[in-house]
């Protein structure tokens, strides 16, 4: 059975900082392509960064790049999302996904992705 397990949320100032981590088990992760994805309720989930299962090629949507970085740990078997200057629009619950790229999709697409975790809530104030 394939588990994804988030950790890392929690509350932080504006400015602040947060590295979220996403283990995973029960599949071959150093095959997997990863993303993250955050939601707030009553909005559609958003992609927020993918990396492909080499680790080489990262991709962050435009509302924070410069600011967030994925990475990937394969001997840890762990997805990682450093989280700087955070905003209060960040304040999210934040989603690790598994899946397979598929070109030309964007890899931060939903579809993109068939294994997702619980989840880890984000909460910055001002």
């Known amino acids: 059975e394939i588990h994804l397990v988030e950790s890392g949320g929690g509350s932080v100032q504006a400015g602040g900082s947060l590295t979220l981590s996403c283990t995973g088990s029960?599949?071959?992760?150093?095959?997997?392509?990863m993303g993250w994805f955050r939601q707030v309720p009553g909005k559609e989930r958003e992609g927020v960064a993918a990396i492909d299962s080499s680790g080489k090629t990262p991709s962050h949507a435009g509302s924070v790049r410069g600011r967030f970085t994925i990475s990937i740990d394969h001997a840890r078997s762990t997805l990682y999302l450093q989280m700087n200057d955070l905003k209060p629009d960040d304040s999210a619950m934040y989603y690790c996904?598994?899946?397979?790229?598929?070109?030309?999709?964007?890899?931060?697409?939903?579809?993109?992705?068939?294994?997702w975790g619980q989840g880890t809530q984000v909460t910055v104030s001002s």
């Open positions: 996904a598994a899946g397979s790229f598929v070109r030309p999709v964007p890899p931060i697409a939903e579809s993109q992705y068939v294994d």
């Open positions: 029960g599949f071959a992760f150093e095959d997997a392509d």
